[in-house]
């Protein structure tokens, strides 16, 4: 008997989980994705994208048309509702029955929750944003330029960070820097608060070290035009914003009754099973697994796995491989072992290379090596992602 397993979302995660299984899978059996949008979008490259790196797509979006692996079937709907007692997804189309599901829907943006968002802030989280944000920092002489974190939890914690030192090499390369502040502020209490206050402390160093204005603890309450109000009633000028949106789950994954109270789907930290609650390790269904930036993991020191398409890419090879295991009658085995590894941008052509284990107790192991090119062109290597999954 043929197996139906289904990817939902066709992100970083979810076509990493649909290559293993269709690596693994034989050809009657059948892996299907179903992503809302015609192409996949690679989020890092936005930061290439914003310092004028990237003039075009290539190496940011590519169609899903374009995959090379022919055999891998993609299904161009939404997902309206995930019925998981019943392993059921109902799309904007149809209705599918699967034996497994793997659920890699990424966290949505919401950047209309925040007042004067969309009017006035350039979204670092989009493709479009990244691309107007270059058009702007091209033509900025002079003034201040702010690096706005909305909410957390966000997708890659250092980005905001690293736009801030592209943002400070761009203008040193222009020659504008002198006229020109560059403040970045967050609802954190120092930078990657996951990776504990020890690195929090270097990133502030760093920034320090760059010039850079660096406000912690400032949560937002509203943007106008050149001005932000903060909830502790504080306000600031800006003359050009960079924002990095609200994230929360995507919609359908809320509808369906899979998140708690962490506002993600709880997953087991070493084998993605979606759970009761985030705090607790009871599986709550059979083959329906949460990975990447849907899934809520707790960590031993309180705080939440941060959202990083590393790991994504490592859950996703350790659910494939459980559920062929679980196909076959065998022991699913494999363990996602919570370590990454980072490639920090500070500009001067340089990253640093960041290693973390998560899953250390007490708290999470997180080391920042010094800036190199070798790791700036480290960096870059994930990239290589487009020319082995699609014909460009
Ligand atoms: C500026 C920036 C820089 C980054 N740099 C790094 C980096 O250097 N290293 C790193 O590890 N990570 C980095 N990240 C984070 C990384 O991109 C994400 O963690 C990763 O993409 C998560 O993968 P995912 O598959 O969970 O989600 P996503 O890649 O977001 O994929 C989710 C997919 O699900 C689809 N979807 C959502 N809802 C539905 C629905 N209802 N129906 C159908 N489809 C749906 C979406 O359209 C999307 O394609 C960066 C992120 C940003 C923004």
């Not at 994954?253 to 009871?282: F, K, N, R, W």
Request: charged share 20%; net charge negative.
């Amino acid at each position: 008997m043929t197996k139906t397993i289904l990817v939902l979302g066709g992100g970083w995660g979810g076509l990493t989980a649909a290559h293993a299984l269709r690596g693994m899978l034989p050809a009657d059996y059948r892996v299907a994705v179903i992503e809302k949008r015609k192409s996949f979008v690679f989020y890092p490259s936005f930061l290439r994208a914003m310092i004028g790196e990237k003039k075009d797509l290539t190496h940011i979006e590519s169609p899903l048309k374009n995959l090379l692996r022919k055999d891998l079937e993609i299904i161009n709907e939404e997902v309206i509702r995930i019925d998981p007692a019943n392993k059921t997804v109902y799309t904007s189309a149809q209705t599918i029955q699967a034996d497994f599901i793997v659920i890699a829907m990424g966290a949505e943006l919401y950047p209309a929750t925040i007042p004067g968002f969309n009017e006035y802030c350039l979204n670092l989280y989009d493709t479009k944003g990244a691309f107007d944000i270059y058009e702007k920092l091209k033509n900025f002489t002079k003034g201040k330029i702010t690096i706005l974190v909305t909410r957390t939890p966000f997708r890659c914690p250092p980005a905001p960070y690293e736009a801030a030192f592209l943002t400070d090499w761009f203008m040193r390369e222009k020659g504008n820097r002198k006229d020109i502040e560059i403040s970045v502020y967050s609802p954190e209490k120092y930078p990657m608060p996951s990776a504990g206050s020890q690195v929090g402390e270097l990133f502030v160093q760093m920034l320090k070290g760059h010039n850079i204005n660096f406000y912690p603890e400032h949560s937002i309450k509203s943007i106008g035009a050149n001005k932000i109000s903060f909830a502790n009633n504080t306000e600031i000028t800006y003359d050009l914003l960079i924002g990095i949106p609200p994230h929360g789950a995507p919609k359908a994954v809320v509808d369906s009754g899979l998140t708690d109270t962490s506002g993600y789907i709880p997953a087991h930290p070493q084998t993605m099973q979606v759970l009761d609650s985030v705090d607790e390790l009871t599986t709550r269904y059979s083959g329906i697994f949460a990975i990447g930036d849907t899934a809520a993991i707790r960590l031993l020191n309180g705080a939440f796995l941060p959202k990083g398409g590393v790991f994504a890419e490592e859950e996703a090879h350790t659910v494939a491989r459980n559920i062929v295991a679980q196909i076959k009658g065998e022991k699913a085995a494999a363990q996602f072992n919570g370590k990454g590894v980072c490639y920090v941008d500070v500009g001067d052509e340089m990253a640093a290379e960041g290693s973390g284990d998560f899953y250390a107790y007490p708290a999470p192991i997180v080391s920042l090596e010094p800036p190199s090119k070798e790791s700036r062109k480290a960096k870059h290597e994930f990239e290589r992602i487009f020319e082995t999954w699609f014909n460009q």
